[in-house]
């Protein structure tokens, strides 16, 4: 029974690092797209694909302070792709909100906009 919850485990994850590595990928990060299965540095990347510095991390560490940067943290990070800041509801409901990040992660009319332009137009959705 363990063997299999930690197979699930592992499928999940792996799963969730592949739908970041594709969103790196399409922001034009491919030099640091391989930090999405890395624990700690996956949210180094999240960091650098909203273009904050990677000190940031460190206000994981302050108690209270964390959830509200968390939320700012993710907000951007839905800007950054186009999607509604208010998805970042969906915090409260974690694998529903982890499974959209997989659905836009490997979906191709997900396109990354940096200064309101799309870094990696895709077809003729990418035209509005």
Do not use: E
Not at 16 to 40: E, M, N, S, T
Not at 59 to 88: D, H, R
């Amino acid at each position: 029974m363990t063997a299999v919850l930690i197979v699930i485990y592992l499928a999940v994850y792996f799963a969730v690092c592949g739908a970041y590595f594709q969103l790196a990928k399409k922001a034009g990060r491919d030099d640091i797209a391989w930090f999405a299965f890395i624990p700690i540095l996956n949210s180094i990347l999240q960091l650098k694909l909203i273009k904050q510095s990677a000190w940031w991390i460190l206000m994981s560490l302050v108690p209270i302070a964390n959830i509200v940067f968390a939320i700012i943290w993710q907000v951007k990070l839905l800007n950054a792709f186009g999607k509604s800041g208010a998805y970042v509801l969906f915090i409260l409901i974690s694998p529903v909100y982890v499974i959209l990040w997989m659905v836009w992660g490997y979906s191709s009319s997900t396109v990354y906009y940096l200064n309101n332009t799309p870094q990696n137009p895709t077809g003729p959705t990418a035209s509005f």
